[in-house]
């Protein structure tokens, strides 16, 4: 596949437990983009982002992200955000020291916690222990600490669940202000964001 300003996924071979999920899968994504995968439950959506960070191992096949950056060189899981079904905070943690917590542990160098929780509509929780927030409250922090460090790769693993409409409106215009900067943003959904994508399809052979 031609080297693309992004991402290239190129001949991925993916199993697990012995039973293989797909195989030979090639797709790019490019710089200010965003690719949405799309299938039925199993499929695969999941193992395919968590292979692309880098967190599960591929059979065969390359992952590369070129953006002609000095930072090119890192790993690719140093250059991207990975959030999962689970939002990774800690219970007994306010949501301000959840934020700082993870911007430390990931270097940040973007929005600051208040900011972030800001940004996502959150600043009176500031100081409440992430345990006793709504299953809403809870993602919309786990999307605050996307801002807190600049990666230019977003794998959102099913980002909009248990958001209500205002919520997702906030998500969608999260992921076009990182796409307008030039991020891209690959998404594992079962049902179309309000924003501009392009669709991968996963299907049992």
Known sequence: ???????????LSVERSGRRLFANLSFAVP??????????????????LRTIAGLLPKQQGEVGLRLGRDDDAAPLG???HYLGHSNGLKAGLTAFDNLEFQRRWAMGDGLPPAAALAAVGLSHCAEFPAGLLSAGQKRRIALASLLTAHRPLWLLDEPATALDQPSETLLVGLLEA??????????????PLA??????????S
């Open 1 to 11: 596949m031609r080297s693309v300003e992004g991402l290239t996924v190129s001949g």
């Open 31 to 48: 710089a200010g983009t965003a690719l949405a995968v799309m299938g039925e439950n199993g499929i695969g959506k999941s193992s395919l």
């Open 78 to 80: 140093e250059r991207a």
């Open 178 to 191: 990182h796409l307008a900067r030039g991020g891209l943003a690959v998404m594992a959904l079962h049902a």
């Open 195 to 204: 924003l501009a994508t392009t669709v991968l399809r996963l299907g049992r």
